[in-house]
């Protein structure tokens, strides 16, 4: 009844009033008032299909002192339709007001941990009759069943994540892209290169902010070339795009063996990948392609060597301070730090910062805030054990954050925002895709 009482004098309020309100009210929250009635669902109906504050809304939670990270360790759920994966939400509490612990030191941050629910969509081989195969091409279809009969919980491979927008992947070419917090998901079209099968390209997902669009990168690089493929979701469709075989010529002259990409990252309309040599007898380089203008371009790491690293070590690429980061991890866990955007002749440039070495380090995850890194230690000398620590990369001192279990710091894990982003590009009367979907629960 309270509930009831507090929503009836917040209907009292001007509209402009109850928008800035909204604007501040997490994602998933302001999708539920929807259904509280008539009046609210009108009203939060035009909020979410209203460009302009759906762009406030992402701005607003992108700048608040939250951090929330979306692991990739899948979990039944109650609902067959659905799968959970484990949101950490790390808030910021930097007041110089706060009282102090029991230990003298601030409570700086609130840790807390719940489901992210994304849809279950299953895979399952058709039996075919000796007729139909030699009619068709391919020797297997996929088809998609949202039945629990056909639970696989390490179906998704990958997931990637922008506004909101969660790009999921698995091993039999489903790729489906949802919005937990509106409850909309759909099946995307297969790329023009993909057959049942080739292997997975590397692929990144991101915005452009020239077209104001969500575009997917697929990305094949192998000894048969380079090939490039771009989803464009306001098109609902895959384009192939002409790549520079220059830029082939690099890659073959300064590798050996077969390349592959990985560790993919998107910042600033710009997508960009690690280009490992598996014989590891050359030098990484860095493949990247702009979302803008669809071209590709090749940076080289610095002379490791030249730098005394010559072997045992483990690259990632970040954002701090809106630049893209090349972090290289020794063995004796120092990290250096390399700065892509102050690239000069194609050429990354070492940027002058070392972390470490960090005795009880377990695992640098590859997310910033402000001059700190957030990692993984075990907990003094209990090897059993782990904590997140927030690590300046100048003092090198650091701040405990939340105990976690091994078994979700060891899976993969990407930046995740709650956002009013929805899949239809052109608003609620637009045409949607065939495999357009809202969940009913």
């Not at 209907?11 to 309100?21: A, F, G, R, V, Y």
């Not at 692991?71 to 039944?76: E, G, V």
């Not at 795009?241 to 998107?266: A, F, K, R």
């Not at 640098?364 to 927030?390: A, G």
Request: glycine content about 4%.
């Amino acid at each position: 009844m309270i509930i009831v009482a507090e929503m009836v004098r917040l209907c009292d309020l001007p509209k402009e009033i109850i928008e800035k309100i909204m604007l501040w009210a997490p994602a998933d929250s302001v999708f539920q008032f929807k259904f509280v009635n008539k009046f609210w669902y009108s009203l939060i109906s035009g909020l979410i299909n209203n460009p302009e504050f759906v762009s406030k809304h992402l701005l607003i939670t992108k700048n608040q002192s939250t951090t929330s990270l979306l692991f990739n360790l899948p979990s039944p759920h109650v609902d067959h339709r659905l799968i959970t994966f484990p949101l950490l939400t790390i808030t910021y509490n930097d007041d110089d007001d706060d009282d102090d612990d029991d230990d003298g030191k601030k409570d700086h941050f609130i840790a807390s941990t719940e489901a992210c629910s994304v849809p279950l969509i299953c895979n399952r081989l058709l039996n075919k009759t000796h007729e139909e195969d030699e009619d068709d091409d391919e020797d297997f279809s996929v088809i998609l069943i949202p039945d629990a009969r056909y639970k696989d919980m390490n179906q998704w491979r990958e997931a990637y994540v922008c506004d909101g927008l969660i790009l999921l992947v698995n091993k039999f070419w489903t790729m489906v892209l949802c919005n937990p917090a509106l409850k909309e998901f759909m099946v995307l079209p297969r790329p023009y290169n993909n057959t049942f099968q080739s292997a997975l390209p590397a692929i990144v997902f991101g915005f452009d902010p020239v077209s104001n669009d969500y575009k997917c990168v697929a990305v094949w690089c192998s000894y048969e070339g380079l090939k490039v493929e771009v989803y464009t979701l306001g098109s609902n469709s895959w384009r192939e795009i002409n790549t520079h075989e220059d830029i082939w010529d690099d890659i073959q002259d300064e590798m050996t063996e077969v390349e592959e990409l990985y560790d993919g990252l998107c910042w600033g309309g710009v997508c960009y990948w690690l280009v490992k040599d598996p014989s590891g007898e050359d030098d990484n380089m860095i493949l990247s392609f702009n979302l803008s203008n669809e071209e590709l371009q090749l940076f080289h790491v610095p002379d490791l060597e030249a730098l005394g690293i010559e072997c045992g070590y483990w690259l990632h690429l970040s954002v701090w301070n809106d630049s893209v980061m090349m972090c290289l991890t020794t063995e004796n866990l120092i990290i250096h730090i390399f700065r892509m955007d102050e690239a000069e002749e194609d050429s990354c440039t070492e940027y002058d910062v070392k972390v470490g070495p960090i005795h009880n380090h377990h695992k640098v995850l590859p997310y910033w805030k402000n001059d700190e890194i957030l990692m993984s230690i075990w907990k003094e000398d209990d090897m059993t054990n782990l904590k997140l620590v927030y690590c300046n990369i100048f003092t090198q001192q650091m701040r405990d954050v939340c105990d976690m279990d091994k078994s979700i710091l060891d899976s993969s894990v990407c930046s995740y925002v709650k956002s009013l982003v929805s899949i239809r590009r052109g608003g609620e009367n637009d045409e949607l895709p065939d495999d357009y979907c809202v969940l009913d629960l």
